[in-house]
């Protein structure tokens, strides 16, 4: 059996970063090991659907290297060093030529892109975007060309689309929904958003599917399921992410859409725990900052000595459409209930009441943002 004490964080972004940080505001003294398979630069995630825009290099939009970061944490950081197993019983952490021990262990290892099929073949000219590596990767395969075919049309398809659009990029969107942001937005919210999108240029084919992906010389076509071909330079693909949990069912731990928590963090083994886009917390896996934030704050407490329940206020989502402003609350404290929708044209309020008229999401676009905060006071807490 490991005899260390060390607080071992598997991942160095915005999760593991801010539970250290969190952590080491209330003991500055624990040993505190993090380990990532990247490079472990500190940048923001939610940049990286603004940075076309504003024209940022990946080096940019890099807010504190490593080396800063470990002098700041007192902590040791392993950086490209991927863990490929945990061994529960030894408590050690392995990867290929080392090991590592651990006292009690954090997963903050993220989530991964959904991949289209056949995708691995069209590397060079269909990519993803989910860390800064990859952000560095699109950039440098962009260069100087012009036109982008986005697919899919959720949150993070949208975001890029605006990017890219404002930056002077053809942009082209397909996915097999009928609208944008299906599973978030009611359809007169998303027939706003697809309007300001589309006065920035970005054309659309909702409804369609993807039969046929090929590499050309020029770059990248689709066929589509109503007979149309697109053609362009590069593909981001933009369907989804799944939750990082490879490790954690290999050692055992419970996992459904993410690594199942308890609200103490708390994996279904008492000395592993998680947040982030990796984790489900009490049922909820949640791929946001504001969620992570409270999860960091409240297991930095737990692992301090302090055991801390997390709980989770209203979190709305600010997207970063600015061709149409956008503030969403998703539903997520009720399934039963209906949108009313008022508004017109970009300005529109849509407000989700159970059948006991209680107000559990929105969604509003346009100048209804402004009736956020006073809704916020309405919702209730997520998790409590
Ligand atoms: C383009 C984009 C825009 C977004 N915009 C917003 C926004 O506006 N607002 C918002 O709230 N949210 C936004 N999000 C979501 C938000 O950024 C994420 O929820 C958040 O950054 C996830 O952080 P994380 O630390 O859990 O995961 P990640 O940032 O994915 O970090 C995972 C870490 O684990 C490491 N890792 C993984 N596997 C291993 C392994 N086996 N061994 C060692 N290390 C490993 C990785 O190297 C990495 O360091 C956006 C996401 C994207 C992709």
């Given at each position: 059996?490991?005899?260390?004490?060390?607080?071992?964080?598997?991942?160095?972004?915005?999760?593991?970063?801010?539970?250290?940080?969190?952590?080491?505001?209330?003991?500055?003294?624990?040993?505190?090991?993090?380990?990532?398979?990247?490079?472990?630069?500190?940048?923001?995630?939610?940049?990286?659907?603004?940075?076309?825009?504003?024209?940022?290099?990946?080096?940019?939009?890099?807010?504190?290297?490593?080396?800063?970061?470990?002098?700041?944490?007192?902590?040791?950081?392993?950086?490209?060093?991927?863990?490929?197993?945990?061994?529960?019983?030894?408590?050690?952490?392995?990867?290929?030529?080392?090991?590592?021990?651990?006292?009690?262990?954090?997963?903050?290892?993220?989530?991964?892109?959904?991949?289209?099929?056949?995708?691995?073949?069209?590397?060079?000219?269909?990519?993803?975007?989910?860390?800064?590596?990859?952000?560095?990767?699109?950039?440098?395969?962009?260069?100087?060309?012009?036109?982008?075919?986005?697919?899919?049309?959720?949150?993070?398809?949208?975001?890029?689309?605006?990017?890219?659009?404002?930056?002077?990029?053809?942009?082209?969107?397909?996915?097999?929904?009928?609208?944008?942001?299906?599973?978030l937005l009611p359809?007169?919210?998303?027939?706003?958003?697809?309007?300001?999108?589309?006065?920035?240029?970005?054309?659309?084919?909702?409804?369609?599917?993807?039969?046929?992906?090929?590499?050309?010389?020029?770059?990248?076509?689709?066929?589509?399921?109503?007979?149309?071909?697109?053609?362009?330079?590069?593909?981001?693909?933009?369907?989804?992410?799944?939750?990082?949990?490879?490790?954690?069912?290999?050692?055992?731990?419970?996992?459904?859409?993410?690594?199942?928590?308890?609200?103490?963090?708390?994996?279904?083994?008492?000395?592993?725990?998680?947040?982030?886009?990796?984790?489900?917390?009490?049922?909820?896996?949640?791929?946001?900052?504001?969620?992570?934030?409270?999860?960091?704050?409240?297991?930095?407490?737990?692992?301090?000595?302090?055991?801390?329940?997390?709980?989770?206020?209203p979190m709305p989502v600010?997207?970063?459409?600015?061709?149409?402003?956008?503030?969403v609350s998703p539903p997520v404290t009720s399934s039963?209930g209906e949108w009313?929708?008022?508004?017109?044209?970009?300005?529109?309020?849509a407000q989700f009441h159970d059948?006991?008229?209680v107000l559990h999401g929105y969604a509003l676009?346009?100048?209804?943002?402004?009736?956020?905060?006073?809704l916020?006071?309405q919702l209730p807490?997520w998790?409590?």
């Open positions: 059996m490991s005899d260390s004490a060390a607080l071992v964080i598997v991942g160095t972004g915005l999760a593991g970063y801010n539970l250290a940080r969190e952590f080491r505001k209330l003991d500055k003294t624990r040993e505190l090991v993090l380990i990532s398979a990247d490079d472990g630069r500190f940048y923001s995630k939610p940049m990286l659907s603004t940075g076309f825009a504003k024209g940022k290099s990946a080096e940019q939009l890099v807010m504190q290297e490593a080396g800063s970061m470990a002098a700041e944490l007192n902590a040791r950081i392993m950086t490209d060093t991927r863990i490929e197993r945990i061994d529960p019983v030894s408590k050690t952490l392995h990867w290929q030529g080392g090991q590592q021990a651990y006292g009690e262990l954090v997963l903050a290892c993220g989530a991964h892109a959904r991949a289209l099929p056949g995708a691995e073949a069209l590397a060079d000219c269909l990519l993803s975007i989910n860390n800064l590596q990859d952000y560095a990767r699109f950039r440098a395969l962009l260069g100087e060309r012009q036109r982008v075919l986005i697919i899919g049309a959720g949150l993070i398809g949208c975001e890029f689309a605006n990017d890219l659009a404002a930056a002077g990029i053809q942009v082209q969107v397909v996915a097999p929904d009928a609208q944008v942001m299906p599973g359809a007169a919210v998303a027939t706003a958003v697809q309007s300001g999108l589309e006065s920035l240029g970005v054309r659309f084919y909702l409804g369609r599917a993807v039969t046929e992906l090929q590499a050309t010389n020029a770059g990248l076509e689709a066929l589509l399921d109503d007979g149309q071909r697109l053609q362009a330079d590069i593909g981001l693909s933009a369907i989804g992410l799944i939750a990082n949990t490879r490790l954690a069912m290999a050692a055992g731990l419970t996992c459904g859409r993410g690594i199942q928590v308890d609200r103490h963090l708390r994996s279904s083994n008492p000395q592993i725990y998680a947040l982030g886009d990796c984790a489900e917390v009490a049922g909820l896996n949640l791929m946001y900052v504001m969620p992570l934030m409270a999860a960091a704050r409240a297991l930095a407490q737990t692992l301090a000595g302090n055991p801390t329940a997390l709980n989770y206020g600010m997207v970063k459409t600015p061709a149409c402003p956008l503030v039963e009313q929708v008022s508004g017109s044209g970009a300005d529109i309020s059948p006991q008229g676009s346009g100048s209804c943002v402004a009736e956020k905060l006073q916020n006071r807490p998790l409590a």
